[in-house]
């Protein structure tokens, strides 16, 4: 180790997967009870507040790729009648919230906030479908530059890391069912990784709608980039989907059609993925430092919070009155 800064680092991540681990001993998990996904995220933030993001490549490659298995990992947990009867309540205002998300934000950015419109773009699109996913496909057809795309990410990263606290307490203090809070989980929360760990924190019930309304919702990653093209004229660029989305759908067909005779594979395998997705949030965390908190302008972040309240409130509009 070359400081105290990684042996705290190593330690900590270290401490997280023991207490895993011990999950799966029976006399020992009760020393694993308290990791859970805002705890692993808390760690992971309090660690880069304290001391930087020291391991910047790291966090990235584990946050992202871990973050991917263990979703697909969950899709063996799932039931492809079950999810789609679960996830087709959200489908109707998935539509409505995405554009009119995108035609709200556009406005709000350009005549009250008043930024520049590619890095309005950007927090609309992160706001609108699935966070970093969004504005990592859409941020080459503007033509962004790096320094929009960071106040970006930035916005929506601080966004999620707050919605994973707050939206399962809220969502008790209401009295919301598992069915209503996957729902509003997966369209008021921006990034697939809080979506999943708000969904689990809430039940199992809850973590299968938001998983399949989330997932089904960055699909729009490609008419939006679609439109993206045509409103910047921009032609040739490539449109990426999300291959973990797919991945995703098969391990669900896999489970649904193959694997009805071996529950228990599923269940192990499920298990061992929301772990993984506690780990994952760990890395999230640790890599917002305060360098990151610094290039948020505070137009920006209005923007961002603005468009999170008025999705989450129209979403619970939605959920209770329609």
């Known amino acids: ?21 011990c999950t799966h001993i029976p006399t020992l998990a009760p020393l694993g009870s308290w990791v859970s996904p805002p705890i692993a995220l808390l760690l992971g933030l309090i660690f880069a507040l304290s001391f930087g993001n020291i391991a910047p490549k790291l966090n990235k490659a584990m946050s992202k790729y871990l973050l991917q298995y263990s979703v697909v990992g969950l899709g063996f947990g799932m039931n492809l ?16 919230s995405v554009i009119g998300t995108m035609v709200v934000g556009w406005l709000l950015g350009k005549y009250v906030f008043k930024i520049d419109t590619n890095t309005g773009y950007l927090i609309s699109s992160g706001t ?8 990592a496909a859409v941020g080459p057809i503007v033509g962004a530059k790096s320094g929009q795309m960071s106040v ?17 307490p809220i969502g008790r203090a209401i009295g919301m ?57 921009q032609k040739g660029q490539k449109i990426a989907v999300p291959r973990f989305i797919l991945f995703f759908i098969l391990a ?7 694997l009805g005779d071996y529950p228990t594979f599923g269940e192990v395998v499920s298990k061992i993925s929301k772990q993984g997705l506690n780990v994952a949030l760990f890395f999230i965390g640790a890599g917002l430092s305060r360098d ?30 329609v």
């Open 252 to 258: 669900m067909l896999i489970n649904t059609f193959l």
């Open 1 to 21: 180790m070359k400081n105290y800064k990684e042996i705290i680092y190593y330690s900590l991540i270290g401490v997280l997967v023991l207490g895993l681990i």
């Open 81 to 96: 009648y079950s999810s789609v009867a679960a996830g087709k309540e959200g489908m109707v205002f998935t539509i409505i």
């Open 152 to 168: 970006a990410l930035g916005v929506i990263f601080i966004l999620n890391a707050i919605a994973l606290f707050i939206f399962p």
């Open 177 to 233: 069912s598992q069915q209503d809070f996957g729902l509003w989980a997966a369209i008021a929360i921006h990034d697939t990784s809080s979506v999943v760990g708000a969904g689990e924190a809430y039940g199992d019930i809850a973590l299968q709608v938001a998983t399949t309304v989330k997932l089904t919702r960055a699909l729009w990653i490609v008419p939006l980039a679609l439109v993206t093209s045509f409103i910047f004229k």
């Open 292 to 321: 990151v908190l610094k290039s948020v302008g505070a137009k920006a972040l209005f923007l961002g919070v603005t468009l999170w309240i008025l999705i989450a409130t129209g979403t619970l509009c939605y959920i209770y009155w």
């Open 128 to 135: 609108a479908i699935c966070g970093g996913s969004a504005i």
